[in-house]
């Protein structure tokens, strides 16, 4: 199976309507929404205060999103449980239900997707996070969350996990070995070069993709 991941939208429709328009020429056997599909305008610190007074308070309601998104299995991120948590069940509209309560997790034979705000994460190098964790060693493990496309292979060491950078190209396949543990960040949609990914799990291998760079 070859998965196109995107992730990390904010309700940005420009930059998902041009991701979606790669991904529809890629031949993929479906697609993979790894959360924060919107954004929630309600600040975390303004949660507990906040009275509801209509879905679009909370986040921008615009059904082209879940339409350029049908067929996708999704995830859901911290902008979504935000927004679960703001809007009474019985107003949120019918078409965004199945975003904002997708699962936290999504495995496949060879892979575990998840948005990744419920993990722990660390800065293996200066201003690079990543969820490094001798968790994250059972599997390979595709996430988003923080906004910036990487690989990272792992190795279990006596004194914990340590984490090496594997570079790569956008347009360009990177074979994962299967016998190495590997943590990737799909880069997100969201930006002045939207980032997307696509995954073969048969050739275990993962192509990052952006809209507008240069490969």
Known sequence: MRYAIVTDIHGDVTALRAVVHQVERQGVDGLLC????????????????????????????????????????HVRGNQEERIASLIPGGALPDWARPLIHAPLERR????????????????????????????????????????????????????GVRSERVPFRFGVETHLSPDVRHIVNVGSVRGPAPAWAVMDEEALSLTHHRVGGTP
């Not at 190098?125 to 990272?152: D, F, I, K, Q, Y």
Request: some cysteine.
């Open 108 to 159: 496949t034979s060879s892979a575990s997707f998840c948005h990744g705000h419920t993990l722990s994460w660390h800065q293996p190098e200066p201003g690079l996070w990543s969820p490094v964790a001798e968790s994250a060693l059972r599997t390979l493990l595709v996430h988003g969350h923080h906004h910036r496309s990487v690989v990272h292979r792992l190795h279990a060491d006596p004194d």
């Open 34 to 73: 790894l959360g924060d599909v919107f954004e929630c305008l309600v600040s975390k610190r303004d949660v507990t205060s906040h009275v509801f007074g209509g879905v679009s308070e909370v986040f921008d309601p615009d059904p082209e999103v879940a339409a350029l998104l049908e067929g996708a299995a």
